[in-house]
């Protein structure tokens, strides 16, 4: 039994953040955001428009694009490090907004990572029984962005995309996924305060704890290595070469590291999906977005073999091989 994607969506908020508007926020430069990270724009949620909100956008749009209905979903995942609410999960706001109501539905926390993650789960689940599994990446990066820190708020973006997996015979689906993590570097990338370590007070906000902060350099360097080991790991597993590939969608977060795997793997970047000059990095949202482009695009057709890469905090990194 595979776990076959039956159907992508994706959905972007209308409200476009280019690096024109950014150069009257922060002391940069559209053409430092441009020669740095690849980025030209990214999409910001309006206010009052929330994770759940992005989600249930991507996911109709999957359920519509793969012919399930709701009511035959199994199970809803939500990668996502910026929901609705600290509890309940958003994939629970989900499920009733869809009408799910055969569902089981929680949220999974990987950062950038986390639609790659989502995958691996509901690919067992579906192994074990499940028939259809509705896997979302959703994010309102904006939400936790320091918006006076020029470090970080140029890079992230706002959005979400969405995949149905069903249960299939055939050749087709999901072969393999990757995991890794490596926890000693949790601070590489991390929102400190809010949690149970830094409850909210007063201090959190004065000191913007609540938002996220990135050791950029670090993480570069930390990403290209992690991306090219993950990609050469599931390429042999699978007894693949790079050549065999008919495209490779990584996480979307800069394309100055994307350059870098694609040259150290020998990847010509007609088969790499780049889409990040016009969304900044969605996080968890990247991948699933990525891909439902692709599709409609038609540069994923029935058949093509397809390597998602991903990193992020954690850190994590993860890698998934498809015949799609
Ligand atoms: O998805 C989660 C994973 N995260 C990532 O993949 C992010 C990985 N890291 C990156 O993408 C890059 O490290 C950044 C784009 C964040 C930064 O690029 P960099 O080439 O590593 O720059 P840097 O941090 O070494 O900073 C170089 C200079 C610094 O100035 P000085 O100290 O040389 O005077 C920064 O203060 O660039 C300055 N700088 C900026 N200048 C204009 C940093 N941000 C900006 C900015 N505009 N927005």
């Known amino acids: ?16 953040l280019t690096n024109a508007d950014l150069e009257r926020m922060v002391a940069t430069s559209d053409e430092w955001i441009r020669e740095r990270t690849g980025i030209r724009e990214r999409r910001i949620a309006a206010t009052g428009e929330a994770c ?13 694009a793969a012919g399930v209905a709701a009511t035959d979903l199994d199970m809803i995942l939500v990668a996502t490090c910026t929901g609705d609410f600290p509890l309940p999960a958003t994939a629970c ?14 949220d999974l926390s990987a950062a950038c990572c986390g639609f790659v993650y989502a995958l691996s789960v509901a690919d067992a ?3 074990t029984g499940m028939r259809h599994v509705l896997v ?9 962005t320091d918006w006076t820190d020029r470090n970080t708020c140029v890079l992230f973006g706002d959005g979400a995309g969405a995949a149905v997996l069903s249960a299939s015979d055939g050749e087709r689906g999901i072969l393999s996924t990757d995991l890794r993590s490596d926890g000693t570097l949790c601070e590489l990338i991390m929102v400190p305060g809010g949690g149970s370590r830094t409850p909210p007070s007063e201090k959190v906000i004065t000191e913007r704890l609540h938002n996220i902060k990135m ?6 360097k930390v990403a290209v290595r992690t991306l090219e080991e993950i990609a050469r790991t599931t390429l042999s597993s699978n007894h693949f070469r790079v050549e065999d590939l008919d495209l490779y969608v990584p996480h ?12 150290r793997l020998g990847l010509p970047i007609e088969k790499v999906l780049l889409n990040l000059d016009r969304y900044g990095n969605t996080s968890a949202a990247s991948i699933p977005i990525a891909l439902d482009e692709a599709v409609r695009e038609g540069r994923i057709k029935d058949g093509s073999l397809v390597m998602l890469g991903a990193f992020g905090a954690g850190l994590t990194w993860a890698s998934a091989m498809i015949r799609w």
């Open 93 to 106: 706001l989900v499920q009733h907004q869809l009408g799910a109501t055969k569902a089981g539905a929680c």
């Open 252 to 263: 979307q977060a800069n394309v100055r590291i994307l350059r870098a795997v694609m040259e």
């Open 1 to 16: 039994m595979k776990a076959r994607i039956a159907g992508t969506g994706s959905y972007a908020p209308t409200r476009v």
């Open 125 to 127: 689940y579906i192994k």
């Open 136 to 144: 979302i990446g959703s994010e309102v990066m904006s939400a936790i």
């Open 215 to 220: 050791k950029g350099n670090e993480t570069f």
């Open 52 to 64: 759940s909100d992005l989600a249930v956008q991507a996911g109709r749009r999957a359920l519509t």
